[in-house]
């Protein structure tokens, strides 16, 4: 029963382009959101993340979109850097468990072409 | 410096041997987690300790046992090891429990399991 799905394995765009990266999830519970960023051989680096009271948080080149009623979040990245080729992870938690718990997708590899 | 270090970074071993994993944070985080990614790479959390004290405890075999001698530190130490416990093993940290910030977690840089 997988509660996060990152259903695209892999994604390839053209350097200065937009690059989306999608998430679904199952657990309505959940109401906090993160991305993570992996690179071969590291462990997963915090990019970004949500609260379920918004719909929207931007940093820099980095902003996540969240669609509750579909359940549904993206990370668009603009505009794409060949440095931002890596894994992508999409996490969610219930923050009111107060365990701290982390669901994970399967990641999306994502490769951004000179 | 190093925030959230792991030994051994790989780690080869025959069936049957017992082996253990350190984990050590010096961002005074308050909670700790064991995570392994599978050959499918799925990242799932194993173990959660607060203030030395375990929080979470997934669905593992019993031969995996986490030890918090400290804030600071979180060892996973696996007996009679088996073929389907080859991984990659990342412990994590956070500053705390509940949602929102306290969620981002910072991971260390993972330990290749392979069982022989």
């Known amino acids: 029963d997988q509660q996060v799905k990152q259903n695209s394995p892999s994604l390839s765009v053209q350097e200065g382009r937009i690059s989306i990266l999608n998430c679904d999830y199952t657990n309505s519970m959940f109401d906090y959101f993160l991305w993570y960023k992996k690179y071969p051989a590291e462990g997963p680096t915090f990019l970004i993340s949500?609260?379920?009271?918004?719909d929207k948080n931007e940093d820099g080149r980095f902003t996540v979109f969240l669609n509750k009623s579909a359940k549904h979040l993206s990370l668009h990245i603009v505009p794409s850097q060949p440095g931002d080729s890596a894994v992508y992870f999409c996490?969610?938690?219930?923050?009111?468990?107060?365990?701290?718990?982390?669901?994970f997708g399967q990641g999306t590899t994502l490769q951004v072409k000179p | 410096d190093t925030a959230v270090s792991q030994t051994p970074k790989y780690l080869v071993t025959q069936m049957g041997n017992d082996k253990s994993i350190k984990c050590e944070q010096n961002?005074?985080?308050?909670?700790m987690y064991w995570y392994k990614q599978d050959s499918k790479k799925f990242l799932k959390i194993m173990f959660s300790?607060?203030?030395?004290?375990?929080?979470i405890n997934e669905t593992v075999p019993n031969r995996f046992s986490p030890k918090s001698p400290d804030k600071a530190h979180l060892n996973l130490h696996i007996n009679s090891l088996e073929l389907g416990d080859s991984a990659v093993y990342f412990c994590?940290?956070?500053?705390?429990?509940?949602?929102?910030?306290?969620?981002?977690?910072?991971f260390g840089p993972g330990t290749r399991l392979t069982v022989l």
């Open positions: 994590a940290s956070s500053s705390g429990l509940a949602g929102g910030l306290y969620n981002e977690q910072f």
């Open positions: 996490a969610a938690s219930v923050g009111s468990s107060n365990t701290g718990k982390l669901i």
């Open positions: 949500i609260s379920s009271i918004k």
């Open positions: 300790y607060n203030n030395k004290e375990l929080i």
């Open positions: 961002l005074g985080h308050d909670t």
